[in-house]
T-cell receptor, first 112, second 114 residues
């Protein structure tokens, strides 16, 4: 199994509070991704990173920001959480932009 | 993005082969065909991919039609652990710092009966 961990695994928070999710990898892969998964929508890309301090938006980036200060860590921040951001969030990594993506175990976020 | 069409669900019996179809009539010449699966309460997992030729690995086989407008994922002997959602995805080859986008559709829910 690819060495990918996500923390926390579960979180309940209130509307308007900031939330940061962490993805940590031990594989030294260049690319890292954040997806969200919702019923009826499948997995949708939020942001991705192609190197330290290099990030770009995905298809559903509004309301989210990311940071990558080290190769192994990719942080997803919800500046002011809303109920529409209740979802399961998956991190993924890949060696290059076209290589196989390996997914983490997911974080279930509930915004009340 | 080129789209894929998969049946919503399929059923199989344990120890029997399973053929999961995928139609992708608008595939471009440089699109790779990827299959991922997602077991309950887990992240997606890579299964196999190919471009033109049939492919085999330890998990499955991928049969690609000659015109590339369809493909079939073959699980040779289904087990209970193969029960999952299977996603057929077309992925563009990308260069530079861009990435080959993975667009997950609804997939096929595979149920395996003992």
């Amino acid at each position: 199994d690819a060495g990918i961990t996500q923390s926390p695994r579960h979180k309940v928070t209130e509307t308007g509070t900031p939330v940061t999710l962490r993805c940590h990898q031990t594989e030294n892969h260049r690319y890292m991704y954040w997806y969200r998964q919702d019923p009826g929508h499948g997995l949708r890309l939020i942001h991705y990173s192609y190197g330290v301090k290099d990030t770009d938006k995905g298809e559903v980036s509004d309301g989210y920001s990311v940071s990558r200060s080290k190769t192994e860590d990719f942080l997803l921040t919800l500046e002011s959480a809303t109920s529409s951001q209740t979802s399961v969030y998956f991190c993924a990594i890949s060696l290059t932009g076209t290589d196989t993506q390996y997914f983490g175990p997911g974080t279930r976020l509930t915004v009340l | 993005d080129a789209k894929t069409t998969q049946p919503n669900s399929m059923e199989s019996n344990e120890e029997e082969p399973v053929h999961l179809p995928c139609n992708h009539s608008t595939i471009s010449g440089t699109d790779y065909i990827h299959w991922y699966r997602q077991l309950p309460s887990q992240g997606p997992e890579y299964v196999i991919h190919g471009l033109t030729s049939n492919v085999n690995n330890r998990m499955a086989s991928l049969a690609i039609a000659e015109d590339r407008k369809s493909s079939t994922l073959i699980l040779h002997r289904a087990t209970l652990r193969d029960a999952a959602v299977y996603y057929c995805i077309l992925r563009a080859n990308a260069g530079g710092t861009s990435y080959g986008k993975l667009t997950f559709g609804q997939g096929t829910i595979l149920t395996v009966h003992p």
